[in-house]
C-alpha cells in the first residue's frame, strides 16, 4: 500500500504512549460492542433494504478495517484472521480487493455472531502488540480507524432501528429513561429564533492541527449574500401542520424528482410515523408510542425538506451558510450537549431527537442543505487505499449539517460533512430553515 500523506498527522491529544493509544483503541472498540449487545444473534442478521447492513457486518467490517490498514501492513508476520474476510467485510475500497455485493450483506448467515466476536477479539490482541511494539508513528492511521468505527456506530444504530421497525411487534432495542426520555408531553416549542448573518467573503473548511476528513479540506473563501439561520430544527408538531395542509398531496410544493419519489413510495409522513385513531405515533428504539409534537422532526428525506421549507415560505441552508453561523457562534454556541453515544460507554436509554428549549445549532437530528456533495476547491483524496473514503462518492448526494442524537463526539465539529441521497430517510435527519434577509423584513 502506498504511504499515508495528511496534513492531519500531528493531532492535538494524540496517545503520547503506546498504553494511551491502546486506551483510545479499546475504549472505541467496547462501545460498539455494547451498542450491539441489546441484539440477539437474529437481529443481528437482517438487512432490512439494500442501504442497511446488519449489526453483524459492522462489527466485522470496522475489525476489517483495522486488519487491512493497520495490521497487515504494520505487524510483522501477522497473517489474516480467516482470508475470506477480506472479500465478506470489503466495502467499496476497490483498490483493496473485490468485494461482496452490498444489498447481499444479509444473506450471509455465516460467519455468525460468535464468528465476528472472536475476529475482534483476534483483531484486538493483534492491535494491542502492534501499539505496543511498533517504532513508527501510526498516529493519522489509527484515529482515521477509530473515527471510521465511530461513524460505523452511529450507522450501526439507525440500521438497526429500521430492521427492527420491520417487525409488527415494535420490539425495543432498549427503553428511554423514564425522567427523561421523549414522548412526555412537553410543552409548546418556542417559536423560531433567527441567527442573522451579514453575509459577505467567509471561509469554511478544516484547518490547523486536528483530525479532519480529507472532504473537510482545503479550506476556501466562499461569498455569501446576507441570511438568517433558525435557532431550532423543525418540530413534529409543525410537520403536521404541513401534512394537514396536504403538504403530500401538493405537488406545487415539492421538486420533480422529489415529486415522484413521494408518489412512487406512498410518502404520506416521515418514516416510523403511523396514523392511530387516537393520533400519530411513532416507531423510536424505544418501541412505538405516541408523537410528541414538540421534539425535531426526524428520518425526512431531502425532498420532504426541500418541499416543508417551501411551505413554511423559507428555504433550506447551504452548507456554507451554516458553517458561517458555527463560526459565528463559536465553540460555545454549538450546544453539542449529552449525547447519547458517550466515550465511557451508551448513555442509559435509547437515542432519539429531544426538543430544543434553548437555541442550538448542533441538533438531534442532521440538518439537510440545498448543497450537493462536491469536491471543495483543490480537494486532493488520500493517497493509497484510504483515498477512496469520501472522494469517490462526490456526486447524486446532498450535505448535511449538525449531527443528531446518535452521532459520537467529536463529530460535530462545525466543517464536518455529512451526505446522503437525496431520497434517504433511514438516517436521523432534520429540518432547519433558513431564509434571506430581504424574505425575513
Known sequence: MPPILVRHASLPGQPASPAAAWARYEATRRLTEALAAPLGPEDQTV????????????????TWFFETFLLLPGLAGYEPFD?????????????????????????????????????????????????????????FLLELGVQHEQQHQELLLMDA?????????DPVYASFPTSAGPGTGAAAPRPHGWWAHEGGLVAIGAEGPGFCFDNETPRHPVYLQPFELADRLVTCGEWLAFIDDGGYRRPELWLSEGWAT????????PLYWRAEPEGWSIFTLGGRRPLDPAEPVCHVSYYEADAYARWAGARLPTEAEWEAVAEQLGPAGLGEGEGFLDPKGPAAGAPHPRPQPAPTLVGDAWAWTSSAYLPYPGFRPWAGGVGEYNGKFMVNQQVLRGGCCATPPGHHR??????????????FTGVRLARDERSAR
Request: glycine share 6%.
Open 47 to 62: 438487512q432490512s433494504m439494500p442501504d442497511v447492513s446488519p449489526t453483524k457486518w459492522h462489527r466485522a467490517h470496522t
Open 83 to 139: 482470508p475470506a474476510y477480506a472479500y465478506l467485510f470489503n466495502s467499496y475500497y476497490e483498490t483493496v480487493g473485490d468485494r461482496y455485493p452490498r444489498a447481499r450483506r444479509g444473506l450471509v448467515s455465516r460467519p455468525g455472531v460468535a464468528e465476528v466476536t472472536a475476529y475482534r477479539a483476534a483483531v484486538d490482541r493483534a492491535m494491542a502488540d502492534l501499539l505496543a511494539g511498533s517504532s513508527e508513528d501510526l498516529g
Open 161 to 169: 432501528k429500521h430492521v427492527l421497525a420491520q417487525s409488527p411487534l
Open 262 to 269: 413521494c408518489q412512487a413510495e406512498g410518502w404520506q409522513a
Open 414 to 427: 462545525p466543517s464536518y460533512r455529512n451526505f446522503y441521497p437525496a431520497s434517504a430517510r433511514w438516517p
